[in-house]
């Protein structure tokens, strides 16, 4: 069975620059989380979806990040304008009902790159 | 609020030696749920095991074994007679009733092992 798929895996863009992360989640999974991973912050949950509608956004870091899930099989996570602090790994998970109890599958991560 | 402390920044050990990993959390909730997740070096997290709040039974899987003493509130993972191939960053993770589907993550230990 496939995991959760995630693209690009690299993205290296300028500082100002829109940039577009995706994700697959696995087929049955009802929850779908974004994570950033940096060495200062380490993971941090940035918000998550419950059939495709966002529970919790807290951890979402100002308006420049948005999310959205337009169906059970796609996320993007968008940033605009992006800023060299941006820089990050970005991961999707995914899990089934239940989450709290579930184990959540993470994708590979995208490692962004804003210069 | 919910917190988890995983005071060893990074470890180093020789092959075969066994080596603990320590884990301690706070949590108002009398439910929740324990995880410990594996980062190697290729930057997937992957899924090591789940415990709940009403389960202190210790578990054994292969050469892992994981402690969990509610009176301590500690969740410690052992490995015996370690390989290199269990480089990694270990993450333990904590969620409550309070936290719903969210995750929280300690910060991670940098286990190195020797050949």
């Known amino acids: 069975d496939a995991g959760v798929i995630q693209s690009p895996r690299h993205e290296v863009t300028e500082m100002g620059q829109e940039v577009t992360l995706r994700c697959k989640p696995i087929?049955?999974?009802?929850?779908l989380f974004w994570y950033r991973q940096t060495m200062m912050r380490g993971l941090e949950l940035l918000i998550y979806f419950n059939n495709n509608v966002p529970i919790d956004d807290s951890g979402m870091p100002e308006d420049r990040f948005s999310a959205k899930m337009p169906n059970a099989s796609f996320s993007t996570l968008k940033i605009q304008p992006s800023e060299p602090r941006d820089s990050a790994v970005y991961f999707c998970?995914?899990?089934?009902?239940?989450?709290?109890?579930?184990?959540?599958?993470f994708g590979p991560g995208t490692r962004l790159t804003v210069l | 609020a919910q917190k988890v402390t995983q005071a060893q920044t990074e470890i180093s050990v020789v092959e075969k030696e066994d080596v603990t990993l320590d884990c301690v959390y706070e949590?108002?909730?009398?439910?929740?749920?324990l995880f410990w997740y594996k980062q190697p070096p290729s930057g997937e997290l992957v899924f090591l095991i789940r415990?709940?709040?009403?389960?202190?039974q210790n578990e054994i899987s292969g050469r892992y074994s994981w402690n969990f003493q509610k009176s301590t509130s500690s969740f410690n993972f052992t490995i015996t007679a370690s390989q290199v191939v269990d480089s990694a960053v270990y993450f333990c993770?904590?969620?409550?009733?309070?936290?719903?589907?969210?995750?929280?993550f300690g910060e991670g230990t940098q286990l190195t092992v020797n050949p």
């Open positions: 993770a904590l969620s409550d009733l309070a936290s719903g589907s969210r995750l929280t």
């Open positions: 415990r709940n709040s009403f389960d202190e």
């Open positions: 087929s049955g999974h009802d929850y």
């Open positions: 949590t108002r909730d009398t439910t929740y749920y």
């Open positions: 998970a995914s899990s089934l009902s239940g989450a709290s109890y579930n184990e959540q599958f």
